[in-house]
């Protein structure tokens, strides 16, 4: 198996790295990252592997060479997605119920509602930036479906600048090569503790809120996830301390803001170029709801829809790459692993393999509907991940993109902004995260009767 290094021409070349290495080397490629061997596997059956492999009593453990938890290193957080072994057993527990689809039915009276309010506000004829906009509109329905509370959108802001701040922090390390110890107080790194200090305190202030609330009106609690978490016990009996409020509430926004504004960003500049699938989605729609107010209830019908999400995570996966550590020993690919290696899987180059989907290069949402995809491996398309630590709100996720997605395009029909490009502006963010630096869409206008048919209850 070739061993290739190194961190610099990782840095270099962000897009190109991993596909380079698959291309040279096949489905197996151990390289460097500083002193850090690490392997990266672009099989599906590999990847199968990994993903079985990092449960709570598995070989392997998280990575370290993430934003999350260079947050969580520097910070002291612990949540669902950084802790391990039966800690990390009994948070999966207890946020499970959460995302129950009568939860998710719930929070997408939220989503459409906020939806709503966004569309309305905009003006045919006018250019919007479409990753800013659904920045604004996807932290806003994180935080009310977190808190539920009057300080949403406060803490929304607030932990989106922490978010940015993060993602900045990691950047340089990474551009840097840092390997300080986290206890090392650079001022990039106080920076990150001030901004989390602050955050920790607007998530206890609507805490405290909450339970004076339910002390004074009992009978409206249970309508978010705060109530949810609050309400939770282990099985001991015990609620769950402040702190682990504090970081369930911080992971939980941290994992689906970022990754699903930035994807909705995709998808929009995207659809921007392809004006008869829009039209076809409007159309599905409208067959689908037949005249009433869009809802949870009419997601799994909307397939269309859901190919266009699919694809855009196909193609354009936010979460380029996942690793794990090896805590005891690995084996996947024919070759064996000890403790201290990374490894790694990468749906930006799986999901692009001609071996698995034709034209891989090409954005097709029509070929999750045609048979193209029936007899795929089951890991050949995991923008989600897999296994044991499967991302707990996916099906939350692929519902919120479909309903937004849906009520603008509805209301507006999407075409590029003047002087705009084909090809998509895309860049690599701190958090190693893919997103669209230039979003600008230009709004038509839609037939009244699209817009008749979008009024909703909550207006």
């Not at 947050?71 to 999966?92: C, F, K, V």
């Not at 959460?98 to 997408?108: L, V």
């Not at 937004?404 to 490009?421: C, K, N, Q, W, Y």
Request: aromatic share 8%.
């Amino acid at each position: 198996m070739p061993i290739i290094g190194d961190l610099a021409a990782f840095a270099r070349d962000q897009f190109g790295f991993l596909p380079s290495l698959h291309q040279r080397f096949g489905d197996v490629a151990e390289w460097s990252i500083g002193s850090t061997r690490a392997v990266v596997f672009f099989h599906p059956d590999d990847v199968g592997l990994v993903f079985a492999a990092a449960g709570a009593n598995g070989p392997l453990g998280r990575g370290n060479e993430d934003s999350f938890a260079r947050h969580a290193e520097i910070t002291g957080s612990n949540g669902l997605i950084m802790s391990e072994g039966a800690y990390w057993r009994r948070q999966r527990r207890t946020l499970q119920p959460g995302m129950h689809p009568r939860w998710i039915e719930s929070y997408a009276e939220v989503i459409t509602r906020f939806s709503e309010e966004t569309v309305l506000s905009w003006g045919a004829g006018r250019t919007r930036d479409m990753q800013r906009d659904m920045e604004q509109l996807v932290g806003r329905i994180a935080m009310r479906t977190l808190l539920g509370s009057d300080l949403g959108d406060e803490l929304a802001e607030e932990l989106k600048r922490a978010s940015d701040r993060m993602l900045k922090l990691n950047m340089l390390e990474f551009a840097l090569g840092s390997k300080l110890p986290v206890w090392v107080p650079t001022p990039l790194r106080r920076w990150l503790t001030s901004a989390s200090t602050r955050t920790e305190r607007l998530i206890m202030g609507a805490v405290e809120q909450r339970l004076a609330e339910r002390e004074t009106h009992p009978a409206d609690s249970g309508q978010d996830m705060l109530d949810m978490l609050l309400d939770a016990r282990d099985e001991d009996g015990q609620p769950l301390t402040d702190l682990q409020l504090r970081d369930e509430i911080y992971t939980l926004y941290l994992a689906g803001y970022e990754t699903t504004a930035n994807t909705l960003g995709i998808m929009f500049t995207l659809l921007s170029r392809y004006p008869d699938l829009q039209q076809r989605l409007v159309d599905e729609a409208e067959q689908v709801t037949e005249g009433a107010p869009l809802g949870y209830e009419h997601v799994g019908a909307l397939e269309l829809a859901e190919a266009v999400v699919k694809e855009t995570l196909r193609v354009y996966p936010v979460v380029r790459a996942l690793n794990h550590r090896v805590n005891s020993t690995f084996s996947a690919g024919g070759h064996e692993f000890g403790p201290g290696h990374l490894v790694w899987v990468a749906p930006c180059v799986t999901q692009r393999d001609p071996r698995w989907f034709d034209s891989p290069d090409e954005f097709r949402p029509d070929r999750w509907l045609d048979g193209s995809t029936d007899n795929i491996p089951r890991f050949a398309w995991f923008p989600f991940g897999g296994g044991p630590r499967v991302c707990l709100g996916q099906r939350l996720a692929v519902a919120e993109m479909v309903l937004i997605m849906t009520m603008v395009l509805r209301r507006f029909a999407l075409s590029p902004a003047d002087g705009e490009s084909e090809e998509l502006p895309l860049r690599i963010n701190g958090g190693g995260h893919l997103v669209c630096t230039n979003a600008r869409v230009t709004l038509g206008s839609r037939p009244t009767v699209g817009k008749r048919k979008q009024a909703s209850p909550h207006a």
